[in-house]
Nanobody, 119 residues
Framework: QVQLVESGGGLVQAGGSLRLSCAASGRTFSTYTMGWFRQAPGKERDFVAAINRSGTSTSYVDSVKGRFTISRDNAKNTGYLQMNALKPEDTAVYYC????????????WGQGTQVTVSS
């Protein structure tokens, strides 16, 4: 089992920045693809970004490209989501997740951290 704990959320003004962290338990963090997702009130949970096991390949939803950066430090069993130029529409609960490479579904999820962007 892997447990994930997100942190770094909060209230920020539009145009500001936040850095989310995702700390993983155990020693197998480096064997998983990591993703970030978000869920706004009344909406489904949506994909935001993903990074491969080694950190050499990333992908983003179009709406955050150029503003968000996903990264990971396997030595620290921690993943990150740097969010710049935040917009009110980025307001959501943000979740990190891990999946086995090639799998369709993410196996492990954190509890989420709230990000609120005021206009």
């Amino acid at each position: 089992q892997v447990q994930l704990v997100e942190s770094g959320g909060g209230l920020v003004q539009a145009g500001g920045s936040l850095r989310l962290s995702c700390a993983a338990s155990g020693r197998t963090f480096s064997t998983y693809t990591m993703g970030w997702f978000r869920q706004a009130p009344g909406k489904e949970r949506d994909f935001v970004a993903a990074i491969n096991r080694s950190g050499t390949s990333t992908s983003y939803v179009d709406s955050v490209k150029g503003r968000f950066t996903i990264s990971r430090d396997n030595a620290k069993n921690t993943g990150y989501l740097q969010m710049n130029a935040l917009k009110p529409e980025d307001t959501a609960v943000y979740y990190c997740a891990l999946k086995t490479p090639g799998a369709n579904e993410y196996n492990y999820w954190g509890q989420g951290t709230q990000v609120t962007v005021s206009s």
